[in-house]
């Protein structure tokens, strides 16, 4: 009790300093708030920490501060943090520290202006917090902000060397506060995840593990695939730098508010910041310093990861690269759902994920590696939820039976984004789709359409016609033989091939049914010249039942993800190879996990009419797995 009485007297003296500075004028301030109006806009410093009955923002249980340390870059950027430990923690005691990094903690709101009446901190993660219980089971949680956002100076640099030297920082400082017992756990979703990857990245004694829920696995694959710029190659930048110069709170730390001003001042940071994104070589140093995947090189932090293999955000792209080099202990719920926390829900109560337990799991992670308190339940390393929504536990993953390389065949296509195909289906008299619709580029990485514009629904099928009517337009199929058995296409697929031309090039799979309806479940698109290509699609766990054939797709862009320029030259493709990754699904072992629901959003969106044709390979040659 003596603890709370002291919070309560040093918030309110902060207030009566504020309002005698200034700080606190304006129309609220000048018709005189109420008594319960003042107690709910205290704002703590280093030295006055504010509890929940002294400011509504600050979670129950906690005690806020805020702070302000150096980058461990040299570069005289300032960060910033909001530090809440546990309330009544006794005088020299230690807790364990959960520490997130990103550019979404400003206290006026995420990424935009949120209505709030008063300065507090970010709840960004209030449902990490009363889920896990944090405070009660002893863990100490900081947020950090970035550099340029905030309440931290300096030029905001998009997982940059700049960033990465702000996490560096971060975890060292937060490993060392008199309240620490030295050992730190990353924890994030999107944005905060991929800080948590860049964290582990850089192998930090501190660091003893790190939750990051659907991050990015390489910079570059967010903005561009294999040159092709993606619709967001402008949007993002303009998001981050609106992000970055958001006004905060007036009655906000001084020291807090002069930090926010930062961007503001340096216009420069901003267009430094957009001119990056426009470098499309991705041998560039730009990206190279951003390719965390290649970063990840024998790692060892305990990991603990969510994706959503079939998520329209940030996209399984790098992600087995990252996992293959990182050495560490890992534990990963992988799915299909789209860009969502483990916690998250729909409007009518369902998991988004589909699996319940996502709190529990997650603080035991934590209490094993930064307490070192063994697990009472036995979690499977991962659980994988497929294509058919059942979950099943495997050691690792992807969980490989059968490599296959598969051959694939030549063909022709005209680089016209599908412009050939559908003058031909005009010409024809059959029914011609709609021409693609460009979606918008306006996203950052919290916030982004859940699917993208598919290809029009009759193109599959038309241009499957004029293939077998022996027609050379936008792209050609390859089929293969109806499976004799169920089998998994897990891991990364790879196609590789030899073209003659140049432009651009849109590779895609699809589950075919024996009912002529085709499941596009995985794509990738790159540009291309003479000579020979290989193509790394996104990470995939997708079951092909018995009776069904596999379908490639090879030709021109022709869906609204991408921003290409056709070259409308005619491109001959041979020696086409496909690598496959195969797993059995008929020795799985089951684990709980219900059917995420945007699964069936997904097969509403990318769902054609695809009649199989002539097959010309094998899926699992021999029949063997």
């Not at 499941?519 to 995939?540: I, N, P, Y």
């Amino acid at each position: 009790m003596r603890a709370r009485r002291t919070a309560r007297w040093a918030a309110s003296a902060l207030v009566t300093t504020l309002a005698a500075t200034g700080v606190l004028a304006g129309p609220a301030a000048a018709s005189g708030p109420s008594a319960a109006q003042e107690r709910t806009a205290s704002v703590a410093t280093s030295t006055v920490p504010v509890t929940h009955e002294e400011n509504d923002r600050v979670p129950e249980g906690s005690l806020w501060t805020q702070h302000y340390f150096p980058s461990s870059d040299r570069s005289g950027t300032e960060l910033h943090a909001d530090v809440l430990l546990p309330e009544g923690l006794p005088k020299k005691a230690k807790v364990p520290v959960i520490l997130s990094v990103g550019p979404y903690f400003g206290h006026s709101g995420q990424s935009g202006p949120e209505g709030w009446t008063h300065a507090g901190p970010s709840d960004r993660f209030q449902d990490f917090i009363e889920g896990t219980s944090l405070f009660e089971r002893g863990y100490a949680f900081v947020m950090v902000d970035l550099r340029g956002f905030g309440g931290s100076t300096g030029c905001l640099d998009w997982a940059g060397p700049g960033e990465q030297a702000d996490v560096k920082a971060a975890i060292d400082w937060v490993s060392k506060q008199p309240w620490s017992t030295g050992s730190v756990g990353l924890y994030g979703k999107s944005y905060d995840a991929l800080t948590g990857l860049v964290g582990n990245n850089l192998d930090q004694r501190a660091l003893k593990a790190v939750v990051a829920q659907e991050p990015l696995w390489d910079m570059y694959q967010y903005i561009y695939s294999n040159g092709v710029p993606r619709p967001n190659v402008t949007g993002t930048a303009n998001a981050y730098n609106s992000i970055a110069t958001l006004e905060q709170m007036p009655d906000d730390d001084p020291h807090y508010l002069a930090n926010s001003r930062y961007e503001q001042a340096h216009p420069e940071c901003l267009t430094q910041n957009a001119a990056g994104y426009r470098i499309a070589d991705q041998d560039d140093a730009f990206w190279t310093s951003r390719d965390l995947a290649k970063a990840a090189k024998d790692t060892d932090t305990p990991l603990f990861v969510t994706q959503g293999f079939i998520e329209n955000n940030t996209k399984p792209e790098e992600m087995q690269e990252y996992l293959d080099n990182h050495r560490g202990p890992e534990r990963g719920w992988v799915g299909q759902w789209e860009h969502v926390r483990g916690g998250d829900r729909t409007s009518d109560g369902r998991l988004s994920m589909g699996r319940e337990g996502w709190y529990d799991e997650t603080l035991a992670f934590y209490d094993q590696y930064l307490k070192g308190v063994r697990p009472a339940v036995r979690y499977p390393a991962y659980s994988v939820e497929d294509s058919t929504g059942a979950w099943r536990a495997h050691k690792t993953w992807p969980v490989v039976e059968r490599p296959v390389v598969l051959p694939l065949g030549a063909g022709a296509y005209v680089d016209d984004g599908g412009l050939s195909t559908l003058a031909a289906l005009h010409a024809s008299g059959r029914p011609a789709p709609r021409e693609r619709v460009q979606p918008s580029g306006d996203r950052d990485m919290e916030n982004a359409p859940a699917t993208d514009p598919a290809a029009p629904k009759a193109l599959a099928e038309g241009q499957a016609l004029l293939q077998k009517a022996g027609a050379v337009t936008s792209s050609f199929f390859v089929w293969s033989e109806a499976l004799e058995k169920t089998v998994r296409v897990t891991g990364t697929p790879q196609i590789s091939l030899t073209a003659e031309g140049e432009g651009n090039i849109m590779l895609k799979l699809y589950d075919v049914a024996p009912d002529g309806t085709a499941v596009m479940f995985d794509e990738q698109v790159s540009l291309l010249t003479t000579g020979r290509l290989t193509v790394d699609l996104k990470a995939t766990d997708w079951t092909l039942a018995a009776g069904h054939v596999l379908a490639v797709e090879i030709g021109t862009i022709r869906t609204g993800s991408w921003r290409d320029t056709p070259s409308g030259e005619t491109v001959a493709i041979t020696k086409a190879r496909l690598r496959l990754a195969l797993d059995d699904p008929s020795d799985d072992v089951a684990t709980g996990g219900a059917r995420s629901p945007y699964l069936d959003t997904y097969l509403r969106q990318y769902t054609v009419d695809l009649p199989a044709g002539p097959a010309t390979f094998t899926v699992a040659p021999g029949g063997r797995l």
